[in-house]
T-cell receptor, first 117, second 115 residues
């Protein structure tokens, strides 16, 4: 099976712009989660989508949003970019779909490295 | 709140030797999953090993094993016969129950394998 793919791999934007990142999960995986990784804050959970619905959300401002399509592909959008949004954005997919079921494993993509100037 | 602690920012190990990377966690939930991931300089997080809180035996996956001590809330990763390709960041993570697939990660340990 092909792994999780993320596009683009690298992105440079300026403050105030908006950006959209894309993630294609492993075939058959219905859950897609997004994480932000920075040297200062480490890995932080942004949100999770399952069956086109946001199931979980981390503590990020409303400028961060996402969606999931019927084929499980997901996008995340950051509006009004700030310098602090510079980070590696990781997408992860999981075959697990049910809360309360024994924890499943998340498989990560290569990430999108966003630089905000 | 869930918390994962990795107290070793950096570790060095001689090639072919074994190394233990520490991880402690804090949760009041009886059911949870513990994971270890490897992140090379390329950035991709690679799944290594999983331990469920109710699993009776320590998990093993090839050269990786997890030393799970539930009472002490520790889940240390043991890498046997280290190889140069093991040089990377290693992250411990926990998934509590009823949170979907929200993982909590530690700050990571940078492992360098010396030839």
């Amino acid at each position: 099976k092909a792994g999780v793919t993320q596009t683009p791999r690298y992105l440079i934007k300026t403050r105030g712009q908006q950006v959209t990142l894309s993630c294609s999960p492993i075939s058959g995986h219905r859950s897609v989660s997004w994480y932000q990784q920075t040297p200062g804050q480490g890995l932080q959970f942004l949100f999770e989508y399952f069956s086109e619905t946001q199931r979980n959300k981390g503590n990020f401002p409303g400028r961060f949003s996402g969606r999931q399509f019927s084929n499980s592909r997901s996008e995340m959008n950051v509006s009004t970019l700030e310098l602090g949004d510079s980070a590696l954005y990781l997408c992860a997919s999981s075959p697990q779909g049910l809360a309360g079921v024994l924890p499943g494993t998340q498989y990560f993509g290569p990430g999108t490295r966003l630089t905000v100037l | 709140a869930q918390k994962i602690t990795q107290t070793q920012p950096g570790m060095f190990v001689q090639e072919k030797e074994a190394v233990t990377l520490d991880c402690t966690y804090d949760t009041s939930d009886p059911s949870y999953g513990l994971f270890w991931y490897k992140q090379p300089s390329s950035g991709e997080m690679i799944f290594l090993i999983y331990q469920g809180s109710y699993d009776q035996q320590n998990a093993t996956e090839g050269r990786y094993s997890l030393n799970f001590q539930k009472a002490r809330k520790s889940a240390n990763l043991v890498i046997s016969a280290s190889q140069l390709g093991d040089s990377a960041m290693y992250f411990c993570a926990m998934r509590p129950p009823n949170t979907g697939n929200q993982f909590y990660f530690g700050t990571g340990t940078s492992l360098t394998v010396i030839p």
